[in-house]
């Protein structure tokens, strides 16, 4: 008499990188390398448009150099995305969607920290610009409410409005560039995009031991 040995679950933590899950690798660094390239565009042109100045003025240069140290973050994104689709058995459409979505946070996250760097040089500028144009009112001098509400300038306000109004038009572009990039990879390879195959179960102590 033979006892069935209860099946254990293999541990799904960082399965992908594990190689428990069989992700197509070449396919992996080929859209991560089209995902980088092409949100890193997004931030320069935006960059460029309504970022600070002085970092406006090599734009290949910095497309280049953002590109390439976004590489690696879209390649853990897309391992850990593409892994999820497959340990949940997801069909194609919705790991599109779901490479495309993580891409997109990704994306929007650094474009988050360079427009807040932008404006951190850009609030310095300004700064500096007050200083040198003080507007007073009165015999004393004194500052302008208008020019001093509350620490924020008007040109301040203006600035921050502008880099919202950007983030959120970097965006939809993001979210509509990682689709159709996503889409035209799945596309290429016949429309499968998360894995290679299902890796077989592994059998049982009753399958194993056979009738004798």
Same mark, same amino acid.
Request: hydrophobic share 50%; glycine share 12%; aromatic share 6%.
């Given at each position: 008499?033979?006892?069935?040995?209860?099946?254990? @679950?293999?541990?799904?933590?960082f399965?992908?990188?594990?190689?428990?899950?069989?992700?197509?690798?070449?396919?992996?660094?080929?859209?991560?390398?089209?995902?980088?390239? #092409?949100?890193?565009?997004?931030?320069?042109?935006?960059?460029?448009?309504?970022g600070?100045?002085?970092?406006?003025?090599?734009?290949?240069?910095d497309?280049?150099?953002?590109?390439?140290?976004?590489?690696?973050?879209?390649?853990? #994104?897309l391992?850990?995305?593409?892994?999820?689709?497959?340990?949940?058995?997801?069909?194609?459409a919705?790991?599109?969607?779901?490479?495309?979505?993580?891409?997109?946070?990704?994306?929007?996250?650094?474009?988050?920290?360079?427009?807040?760097?932008?404006?951190?040089?850009?609030?310095?500028?300004?700064?500096k610009?007050?200083?040198?144009?003080?507007?007073?009112?009165?015999?004393s001098g004194?500052?302008d409410?208008?020019?001093?509400?509350?620490?924020?300038t008007?040109?301040?306000?203006?600035?921050?409005?502008?880099?919202?109004?950007a983030?959120?038009l970097?965006?939809?572009?993001?979210?509509?560039?990682?689709v159709?990039?996503?889409a035209?990879?799945?596309?290429?390879?016949?429309?499968?995009?998360?894995?290679?195959? @299902?890796?077989?179960?592994a059998p049982?102590?009753?399958?194993?031991?056979?009738?004798r």
């Open positions: 008499m033979s006892t069935t040995a209860p099946a254990t @679950r293999p541990p799904v933590r399965a992908a990188l594990r190689g428990r899950v069989p992700l197509p690798w070449g396919t992996v660094v080929a859209l991560a390398l089209l995902l980088a390239f #092409a949100n890193g565009f997004v931030i320069v042109a935006l960059e460029g448009a309504v600070a100045i002085e970092r406006a003025q090599n734009p290949f240069g497309w280049l150099r953002y590109s390439a140290v976004m590489v690696p973050i879209f390649g853990l #994104a391992v850990w995305a593409l892994g999820r689709a497959h340990r949940s058995g997801r069909r194609t919705t790991t599109v969607l779901l490479v495309a979505a993580v891409a997109t946070v990704v994306g929007v996250v650094l474009l988050t920290l360079n427009t807040a760097y932008d404006y951190h040089l850009q609030a310095q500028l300004l700064g610009t007050q200083g040198l144009h003080q507007h007073g009112v009165g015999p004194a500052a409410p208008a020019y001093a509400d509350g620490g924020w008007p040109e301040e306000r203006e600035t921050v409005l502008v880099s919202v109004k983030l959120g970097g965006a939809v572009i993001m979210a509509a560039v990682n159709v990039l996503v035209w990879v799945t596309a290429l390879r016949g429309g499968r995009l998360h894995v290679l195959g @299902r890796p077989a179960s049982t102590a009753e399958t194993s031991g056979g009738a």
